[in-house]
C-alpha cells in the first residue's frame, strides 16, 4: 500500500522543490557555463528499479575529459577533473537537484537505494541479495546517511536491503531529515581513490 502513497507523495514533494528551487537552479547553471567549457547538466546511465537502466540527471561538476563510467571516489587523480566550482557543488549535493525530475519521471523516488553505474556489477549483485534491486533508487537513502563513499560494497548492500525491510513513511521522513543534516556537514564525501583499485 506505502509504495503508491510513497509514489504520490514522490511527485509532489519533486514539483514543489523544483518550483521552490528553479532560483537556485538556475543560478548554478549559469556558474556551471561560466566557469567551465561544456554543458550545463551530466547525464550517465544508472540502474533502476528492477535493474533496469535510466540516464540520470547532474549539473555537471567534471570537465569533458573525464572518464565517464567511473565512480569519482574509485579514480586515482580525481582532482585533476573536477570543475573549479565542482567541488563545492558535489560536497553539498547541489549537483544532484536536477534529480527532482528524474523522480517526476518516475525513474526515482526521494528515498531509496542510491542508483549504481550501470557497470557497478559487484554492487548491483550484491543488492540482489537483499532485495534493493526491486524499489526505485532515490536521491538520499540509509546507507548514504551512514557512510556514503566511505562504505565498502557490502556494507552498502547490506544497508540498502535494510531500507527495503524498514520502507515506510516515517522511516523516509527520518532518512530525508538526517540527510539535511549529513549534507550541511558534507559528511562521507570522498573525491578520488583512497587504494589502487583492482582491476575486474
Known amino acids: ?26 543560478i548554478i547553471a549559469l556558474i ?13 546511465y544508472r540502474v533502476g528499479r528492477n535493474k533496469a537502466h535510466f540516464r540520470i540527471l547532474k549539473f555537471r561538476t567534471m570537465r569533458t575529459c573525464a572518464p565517464k563510467n567511473r565512480p569519482t571516489h574509485l579514480m586515482q587523480n580525481a582532482d585533476a577533473f573536477i570543475t573549479p566550482t565542482g567541488r563545492f557543488l558535489r560536497k553539498y549535493s547541489l549537483d544532484e537537484l536536477p534529480q527532482l525530475i528524474n523522480i517526476l519521471r518516475g525513474d526515482m523516488s526521494i528515498v531509496g537505494p542510491r542508483p549504481a553505474l550501470w557497470n557497478q556489477y559487484d554492487l548491483i549483485a550484491e543488492r540482489d541479495k537483499y532485495g534493493a534491486n526491486g524499489v526505485r533508487p532515490g536521491l538520499t537513502g540509509w546507507a548514504q546517511i551512514n557512510g556514503r563513499d566511505e562504505l565498502p560494497i557490502e556494507v552498502k548492500a547490506r544497508l540498502d536491503g535494510e531500507y527495503v525491510r524498514r520502507m515506510g513513511f516515517l522511516f523516509d521522513l527520518r532518512c530525508v531529515l538526517r540527510t539535511v543534516f549529513s549534507v550541511a556537514r558534507a559528511e562521507g564525501v570522498v573525491e578520488g581513490a583512497q587504494e589502487t583499485p583492482k582491476d575486474d
Open 1 to 26: 500500500m506505502y509504495t503508491y502513497v510513497k509514489r504520490t507523495l514522490d511527485c509532489l514533494l519533486a514539483a514543489l522543490a523544483l518550483a521552490a528551487l528553479s532560483p537556485l537552479m538556475l
Open 32 to 44: 556551471v557555463k561560466a566557469t567551465s567549457p561544456g554543458p550545463v547538466f551530466f547525464g550517465q
